[in-house]
């Protein structure tokens, strides 16, 4: 089983591109997750969603849009970015409430810049 | 709403040392506790939990007891080794069936041969 995987690992984006981090997992998880990490700060949440087809705002959701089609995958979308969204990021899933929901499953990371 | 407070870092140690991270938490009713890792270069993992006061989480040498008399989770391993050498995160939930997490500023610490 690879668990969780993110694509890409690195990006560079000049500020007003868009860009679209794609996380999978193989773990037949119903709940996924989007955090980016900033130094001092921990992992703050962006976007989750609790099944196929449905998403949540998170603590951090703005100028982040989230898509999950496929169970299987959960995607983050920037519009337009923005200097202040150079960070890492984070995916992670989770299984359902009563059976350890909370503990989470973490992918590797993706190390976006924005110039 | 729910926090967490972690020790600052870098905390720098020598091998076979004692490491101590602290961690204390602010909740309403009955939270789960948990201590996570992240390797260089890697995601974060789950390294040891707790879900009632006064359980014990435990793993690769590391424990953590749920003090909900001082809000506290404090890490501790008798003997670090260079392997140990990461960034520490504590992190809570509200219980046991909520699936948000509320994460730590992450302590990193360094292991000396």
């Known amino acids: 089983n690879a668990g969780v995987t993110q694509t890409p690992k690195f990006r560079v984006l000049k500020t007003g591109q868009s860009m679209t981090l794609l996380c999978a997992q193989d773990?037949?998880?119903?709940?996924m997750y989007w955090y980016r990490q900033d130094p001092g700060m921990g992992l703050r949440l962006i976007h989750y969603s609790v099944g196929e087809g449905t998403t949540a705002k998170g603590e951090v959701p703005d100028g982040y849009n989230v898509s999950r089609l496929k169970k299987q995958n959960f995607l983050l979308g920037l519009e337009s970015a923005a200097p202040s969204q150079t960070s890492v990021y984070f995916c992670?899933?989770?299984?359902?409430?009563?059976?350890?929901?909370?503990?989470?499953?973490f992918g590797p990371g993706t190390r976006l810049t924005v110039l | 709403g729910n926090s967490v407070t972690q020790m600052e870092g870098p905390v720098t140690l020598s091998e076979e040392a004692f490491l101590t991270i602290n961690c204390t938490y602010t909740?309403?009713?009955?939270?789960?506790l948990f201590w996570y890792v992240q390797y260089p270069g890697e995601g974060l993992q789950l390294l040891l939990k707790?879900?009632?006061?006064?359980d014990k989480g435990s793993n690769k040498g590391f424990e953590a007891t749920y003090r909900k008399e001082t809000t506290s989770f404090h890490l501790e391993k008798g003997s670090v080794q260079v392997s140990d050498s990461a960034v520490y995160f504590c992190a809570l939930s509200a219980n046991f069936n909520d699936y948000k997490l509320s994460f730590g500023a992450g302590t990193t610490v360094t292991v000396r041969a």
């Open positions: 773990m037949n998880h119903e709940y």
């Open positions: 707790a879900t009632k006061a006064d």
């Open positions: 909740a309403t009713g009955y939270p789960s």
């Open positions: 992670a899933s989770s299984y359902l409430p009563g059976l350890g929901a909370n503990e989470q499953f």
